[in-house]
């Protein structure tokens, strides 16, 4: 059984321009949730989603936005890139919503230059 | 949420059983204890839970007091492939919170 995929593994952007990232859950698990992770620190929650809907925002800009499709896949979105933004972004999928067994994707390497 | 305060770093070599202690002196009626572990450019692995007293698996058991203000992951025989980033979570089972890391105790383990 596939575990949670995120794409693309990698990739580099532009101060000021727009990145998303993609993330599919494990069969079955309707709860999507994003992590920033910077190096030396653990992953810092940024959305939720449940059932299509938002459950949760953490302390992040409104450049940053998610939303979940009906196949509980997530995409995360964040405008006007900064090189602050340079990070490993994590999706976490679970069975119920909210929750503290969640399963972790491999996780995208953004890098704004 | 409770605060979990754990060792920044610890040493060990191969063979040897480690523990790695966590203190969470808030923690809530409802709440559980979680372990994760974080390998270089990976997410987080889910290790064990637990409530109360001793919980095993395969790979690790936790020891939580009476008082549940603290808990301890127990890692028998650790090998190289045991150095990662080891997390410990309090929260609710099937809460409506997100997961809230810190920052971890880095374990490396030497031959």
């Known amino acids: 059984d596939a575990g949670v995929t995120q794409s693309p593994t990698h990739l580099i952007k532009t101060r000021g321009q727009h990145v998303t990232l993609r993330c599919s859950p494990i069969?079955?698990?309707?709860?999507v949730s994003w992590y920033q992770q910077v190096l030396g620190q653990g992953p810092q929650f940024i959305f939720q989603?449940?059932?299509?809907?938002?459950?949760g925002r953490g302390n992040f800009p409104d450049r940053f936005s998610a939303r979940q499709f009906p196949n509980y896949s997530s995409e995360l979105n964040v405008n006007a890139l900064l090189l602050g933004d340079s990070a490993l972004y994590l999706c976490?999928?679970?069975?119920?919503?909210?929750?503290?067994?969640?399963?972790f994707g491999q996780g995208t390497r953004l890098t704004v230059v | 949420l409770a605060k979990t305060t754990q060792p920044i770093s610890m040493d060990s070599y191969e063979g040897q059983e480690v523990n790695i202690t966590c203190s969470h002196n808030?923690?809530?009626?409802?709440?559980?204890i979680t372990w994760y572990q974080q390998f270089p450019s990976q997410g987080p692995r889910f290790i064990i839970q637990?409530?109360?007293t001793k919980v095993t698996n395969e790979v690790a058991s936790l020891f939580i007091p009476a008082d549940r203000k603290s808990s301890t992951l127990s890692l028998p025989r650790v090998s190289l492939s045991d150095t990662a980033v080891y997390y410990c979570?309090?929260?609710?089972?099937?809460?409506?919170?997100?997961?809230?890391f810190g920052k971890g105790t880095r374990l490396s383990v030497i031959a």
């Open positions: 989603y449940y059932e299509k809907e938002e459950r």
């Open positions: 976490a999928s679970s069975l119920a919503r909210g929750g503290t067994e969640a399963f």
């Open positions: 637990g409530y109360k």
């Open positions: 808030n923690i809530a009626t409802n709440d559980y």
């Open positions: 979570l309090v929260g609710e089972h099937s809460g409506n919170t997100p997961l809230v």
């Open positions: 069969s079955g698990h309707k709860s």
